[in-house]
């Protein structure tokens, strides 16, 4: 929604500060209410309230949609703008923009509880016990 002008709901424009955006290069999946067919996009611009997609031919401003962003689930969100095959996004709710580029939580080894390591080899049957120093 870089572009795009904000707007209030009389169409006069805001001097409200925007939250700030992430230049990104991710994929997005759009579905039109009342459709089945999806769309691909780019996702140039991403903040927690909205993106600006690339590949936005046949969109119409107003229009409600399904995205799903980059790793997130879908979520509502509504075509604010349509210009020169670019198109400004604006989500239903928040989402997190970290998580839809697909950051992981890495855990700290101290947050591993011992227990829970892998097994490696046979689970079963008398190969399990093959290398158990028990064995007769």
């Not at 991710?26 to 996702?43: D, I, M, P, Q, Y």
């Not at 903040?47 to 949609?65: C, E, F, K, N, Y």
Request: net charge positive.
């Amino acid at each position: 929604m870089t572009d795009g002008p904000d707007r209030t709901s009389e169409g006069e424009h805001t001097t409200s500060q925007r939250e700030p955006r992430q230049s990104v290069f991710l994929s997005t999946t759009l579905e039109r209410f009342g459709s089945a067919a999806r769309t691909k996009h780019r996702v140039r611009d991403l903040s927690p309230q909205g993106m600006r997609i690339d590949l936005a031919d046949g969109l119409q401003a107003g229009a409600t949609v399904l995205v799903a962003v980059g790793q997130l689930e879908a979520v509502g969100a509504t075509i604010v703008w349509v210009k020169d095959g670019s198109a400004g996004v604006k989500f239903a709710k928040p989402i997190d923009p970290d998580q839809a580029r697909g950051k992981a939580a890495v855990r700290r080894k101290a947050d591993i509880v011992p227990n829970q390591q892998k097994q490696r080899g046979a689970t079963a049957g008398w190969v399990a016990d093959l290398n158990s120093p028990y064995r007769k």
